[in-house]
């Protein structure tokens, strides 16, 4: 069981049928990230169709990051960077559908020489005032867990990467996030400049 079960007892198991726009995709194999990602986070599986009743969206979005990890300045949909520079991201994942999503597991993935930093990893249930310290690596082989999900419930997964030197020019933070056997993915576009980029 999920250390962040308790949000949804909090919130309350709503189920609701409802229609709208299809943001999920099923998914085979959820246990093995590496169906999505090469080495190099250059390649991802594509989509397939939705079990029914599922719906779920995710969003990403940077923004420029201090010492500690947590960001300055607002959130974007995209950044130019540096060599070197920390990147706070911050990822959102909500049910919009009829089922009640269970052991929801988020895993991101970047390219070599990017590095987690450390101690930059912090979770926010709906009613929680404040994130929380999560001490589990989204980058991690399995992902991390981030919890049940009833209708319209979400929840903020936060951390910060080390851009590093090794990587320029236009790229993407890649982010997927699976609920039993469907899955919905998002990206975060870095444009990475800067003189040791040639």
């Not at 080495?39 to 939705?50: I, K, L, V, W, Y």
């Amino acid at each position: 069981m999920s250390v962040f079960d308790s949000h949804v007892a909090r919130v309350g198991a709503i189920v609701s049928l409802v229609g709208g726009l299809i943001t999920a995709a099923a998914f085979f194999g959820v246990d093995k990230f590496s169906d999505f990602f090469s080495d190099s986070a250059e390649s991802s599986t594509a989509a397939a169709p939705m079990k029914v009743g599922h719906s779920f969206r995710a969003e990403i979005l940077g923004r420029f990051s201090d010492a500690d990890g947590w960001g300055i300045g607002d959130w974007q949909r995209s950044l130019t960077v540096a060599p070197s520079d920390k990147v706070a991201i911050r990822v959102e994942f909500q049910n919009t559908g009829a089922v009640v999503e269970r052991d929801v597991r988020l895993k991101a993935t970047l390219y070599t020489g990017m590095n987690l930093v450390e101690g930059s990893t912090w979770f926010k249930a709906p009613d929680d005032q404040d994130p929380t310290a999560f001490t589990a690596d989204p980058m991690d082989d399995d992902g991390v867990d981030i919890g049940d999900y009833a209708f319209q419930v979400n929840s903020f997964t936060y951390f910060a990467i080390d851009v590093g030197t090794k990587t320029c020019g236009q790229i993407a933070i890649r982010t997927v996030l699976v609920a039993g056997d469907s899955y919905v993915q998002a990206e975060l576009p870095l444009n990475i400049k800067g003189k040791s980029c040639g």
